[in-house]
């Protein structure tokens, strides 16, 4: 082999070392590459999670406001509303949420029993308002309409805006109550109600804390579920057997006795 082949051929593989070479360092700085992006994705992914945290842990933390109970509220610290003749001989309490599917289903079933009741001034109704479904699925719906029935009891109008609430009740899944316009768009079902007054207290949340209390005297009850309904300390929800029309006797035999 003549010494000019030989130098071609080293000049050759020496060309080809360099190239690996320069192959193997861009290998290297794309690899180099990706692994800082991972790690600023995950970085970045991270602040953000940090911060809905801390936003949430703000919003859960945020000093609540007074306790400001509806108007004509009674019984143990204001919590319930009342429908019917105080001198009643018979007291049904009712703890119910909002936004609870198994209230709304109690509501039709029996509302027009118990209002004939109440207006005969047979039936005393206590109502008390919590905010379960909130704490189990989300959101804030059951406070917000429970803040506007307690709005509606300050204007006189607790009943008529109570049964619309029932009557335009979303699914359980939707958090359709959280928004206040929502729920003073329905006041305008009830006479006189969707008032300046009214919209303020909607809008303000006058009675969240009010609402707040009253679910945990519904936990301190040691209750497990809404609707809880008692009559004479007797949860007469759980009676497999009750229906409107033996709740009316009982009711009525009461009266009688």
Known sequence: MSEK??????????????????????????????????IVCVLGLAA????????AGKKGSEKAGPV???SGAQGKDSLAIPVGKDG??????VWEDMRCP?????????????????????????YHLVRLIDGNLGGTGSLRAANAVACAQDAGKFR???DALYSNQPKETDDAFADNDKLIELAG?????NTPAFQKCVKDGTHDSWV???????????????PTVLLGGKNIYQDQTMTPAKLKQMVEEANRG
């Not at 953000?48 to 936003?55: H, P, S």
């Not at 009643?88 to 309490?93: E, G, I, N, P």
């Not at 509302?111 to 005393?124: F, I, N, V, Y």
């Open 88 to 93: 009643a001989k018979s007291t049904l309490t």
């Open 102 to 126: 198994a209230c709304m289903a109690f509501e039709v079933a029996y509302r027009p029993t118990l209002h004939e009741l109440a207006d005969s001034g047979k039936l005393r109704i206590e």
């Open 160 to 162: 008529d805006y109570h």
């Open 68 to 70: 400001v109970a509806p």
């Open 189 to 193: 079902k009830v006479s006189g109600l």
């Open 5 to 38: 082949n030989r130098d071609e051929k080293r000049t050759a593989r020496e060309r080809l070392a360099v190239e690996r070479e320069k192959q193997k360092a861009a290998d290297k700085r794309r690899r180099t590459l990706i692994v800082g992006v991972s």
């Open 212 to 226: 707040n209390k009253s679910q945990k005297a519904f936990q301190g009850g040691g209750f497990t579920g809404t």
């Open 48 to 55: 953000v999670i940090g911060v809905l945290a801390a936003n």
